[in-house]
Nanobody, 126 residues
Framework: QVQLVESGGGLVQAGGSLRLSCAAS????????MGWFRQAPAPGKEREFVAAISTSGGTSYYADSVKGRFTISRDNAKNTVYLQMNSLKPEDTAAYLC?????????????????WGQGTQVTVSS
């Protein structure tokens, strides 16, 4: 059974930093591209792409809204993907979910991903 478990969320002031982790089990982690998405609480708000990383970690891709502030990385020996978030803004407030795609690189489309975690809440106060 595949499980993706996120951790590291919390309440932080604007300008602060958080590091999210997503621990994977039940799959051969190094054969899955990984992505981070976020879901804001506003009604009708769609799941938003944040960042993606290839199986080897050699290629990453970011949404324009987080480029230069967030960094995605992975440790295949620990079956874990990370999202380092710096210079946080109130508009970054959302539930952050990690996802796994059985491909070398998953990209920005949420429907391409095969497995999802439950999410970890990030709240940025102004």
């Amino acid at each position: 059974q595949v499980q993706l478990v996120e951790s590291g969320g919390g309440l932080v002031q604007a300008g602060g930093s958080l590091r999210l982790s997503c621990a994977a089990s039940g799959l051969t982690f190094s054969t899955y591209a990984m992505g981070w998405f976020r879901q804001a609480p506003a009604p009708g708000k769609e799941r938003e792409f944040v960042a993606a990383i290839s199986t080897s970690g050699g290629t990453s891709y970011y949404a324009d809204s987080v480029k230069g502030r967030f960094t995605i990385s992975r440790d295949n020996a620990k079956n874990t993907v990370y999202l380092q978030m710096n210079s946080l803004k109130p508009e970054d407030t959302a539930a952050y979910l990690c996802a796994a795609d059985y491909a070398i690189f998953g990209g920005s489309s949420w429907f391409a991903y095969d497995y999802w975690g439950q999410g970890t809440q990030v709240t940025v106060s102004s």
